[in-house]
């Protein structure tokens, strides 16, 4: 009797290993079972990097790309 389930369940094992295969990247590509975390402090981390953010001068560079998208849609748009 138990010879005949083990063969059963190998059958329908052997019967899904394409569909696994399949399967299988999607579901251990994202899987994170533990990780370390070396600074918990996510908002400092934000403040301090919008504050290299204006210090840089990357804020300018920002404003000055918004304002010339802006100018370059008007010019090539029509109506």
Not at 25 to 38: H, M, S
Not at 45 to 62: K, P
């Amino acid at each position: 009797m138990a010879v005949v389930e083990v063969q059963a369940l190998t059958s329908v094992v052997t019967g899904l290993h394409p569909l696994i295969d399949l399967v299988s990247p999607w579901l251990t590509d994202g899987l994170v079972l533990a990780q370390q975390v070396e600074d918990p402090d996510v908002l400092g981390q934000i403040q301090q990097a919008f504050n290299n953010f204006i210090e840089s001068g990357q804020v300018w560079a920002f404003l000055i790309g918004l304002v010339i998208g802006y100018i370059f849609r008007g010019m090539s748009s029509f109506g």
